[in-house]
């Protein structure tokens, strides 16, 4: 009976010694890692702009149009303009990702007409005539050409002002023009059936009907040196009093640069 006392009692003191030890284990708890820090904010003040090349050169083709003008003006064609400008660009301190452009250049436009006159420089209208030539002799090709010394201003955003040859570019602003020519060429006169009846060439050339100035709201998007650009005209082409108010307007492609 001893005996069996002895190890009743040896027995409880191991369990119990065993069962002290596993609850003194403590758990260790994994720590959890710490945030990220946020990326520092750019100071687009600091850049270095010495490699900068943004737009000083502008070369504009596009496709011509007339808003505006009546049922009675027949154009036909693919109506064009080219535009000309050397700009100087100058960058925001604070954020030279904006810049304000300004310029000096040339815009031309052609509008062509479908068996039409444009009497530009006719005496005797007090308005500018386009008279219909489609039931009798008229030229084959027939255009009016105007040409405006122009002053582009436009606000300018480079989403990459350090490397602007390859960036993304937006711009708005608005061209003042000053007219300096406007004339019509006619090519080739030829019968009601189309056929050719002198091959010659004839210019008349006048501005009595078309305003001194002009101003255009203007809009632009590229990538690197490529681009399209928008332009439509606040004022009219033509003086209040010679003539339906038509805006010109056109839309087309660029080059831009250095």
Same mark, same amino acid.
């Given at each position: 009976? /001893?005996?069996?006392?002895v190890?009743?009692w040896?027995?409880?003191?191991t369990?119990?010694a065993?069962?002290?030890?596993k609850?003194?284990?403590?758990v260790?708890q /994994?720590a /959890? ?6 990326a520092?904010?750019?100071d ?5 702009l ?5 737009d ?17 003006v027949?154009t ?14 100058? !960058?925001?301190?604070?954020? !030279?990702? *904006?810049s304000?452009? &300004?310029?000096l250049?040339?815009?031309?436009s ?5 068996k039409q006159?444009? *009497?530009?420089a006719?005496?005797?209208?007090q308005?500018?005539?386009? !008279? ?9 090709? #027939? ?7 122009e002053? !582009? ?5 480079? $989403? ?6 390859k960036?993304?570019?937006? &711009? &708005?602003?608005v061209?003042?023009?000053? $007219? ?8 080739? *006169? ?8 002198a091959n ?7 501005k009595? #009907?078309?305003?001194? +100035?002009?101003l255009?709201g +203007? ?6 040196v490529? %681009? ?6 606040? +004022? %009219?082409?033509? /003086?209040? +009093?010679?003539?339906p108010?038509?805006?010109?307007f056109?839309?087309g492609?660029? $080059?831009?640069?250095l």
């Amino acid at each position: 009976m /001893k005996k069996l006392f002895v190890i009743v009692w040896a027995f409880l003191a191991t369990t119990a010694a065993f069962a002290q030890k596993k609850d003194s284990v403590s758990v260790v708890q /994994k720590a /959890k890692p710490a945030a990220a820090a946020p990326a520092p904010k750019k100071d687009w003040s600091k850049i270095s702009l010495t490699r900068r090349a943004n737009d000083h050169f502008m070369f504009q083709l596009g496709y011509d149009a007339w808003a505006g003008k009546p049922d009675s003006v027949h154009t036909k064609g693919f109506s064009r303009s080219a535009n000309f400008y050397f700009m100087f660009d100058f !960058p925001f301190k604070t954020d !030279p990702r *904006l810049s304000v452009g &300004a310029g000096l250049g040339i815009g031309t436009s052609n509008i062509f007409f479908d068996k039409q006159a444009v *009497l530009v420089a006719s005496r005797g209208n007090q308005t500018l005539a386009f !008279p219909d030539q489609s039931g009798s002799d008229h030229f084959k090709k #027939y255009k009016l050409v105007t040409t405006y010394l122009e002053a !582009p201003v436009e606000l300018r955003f480079a $989403l990459d002002p350090e490397n602007t040859n390859k960036s993304w570019k937006f &711009a &708005a602003g608005v061209k003042v023009g000053l $007219l300096m020519s406007a004339y019509t060429k006619a090519k080739t *006169l030829v019968n009601n059936a189309g056929q050719t009846l002198a091959n010659y060439t004839e210019k008349e050339s006048s501005k009595q #009907y078309f305003s001194g +100035t002009r101003l255009a709201g +203007t809009a632009r998007i590229s990538k690197g040196v490529f %681009g399209v650009f928008g332009q439509i005209a606040i +004022t %009219g082409l033509l /003086k209040s +009093t010679a003539g339906p108010t038509i805006y010109p307007f056109s839309i087309g492609i660029q $080059l831009s640069g250095l």
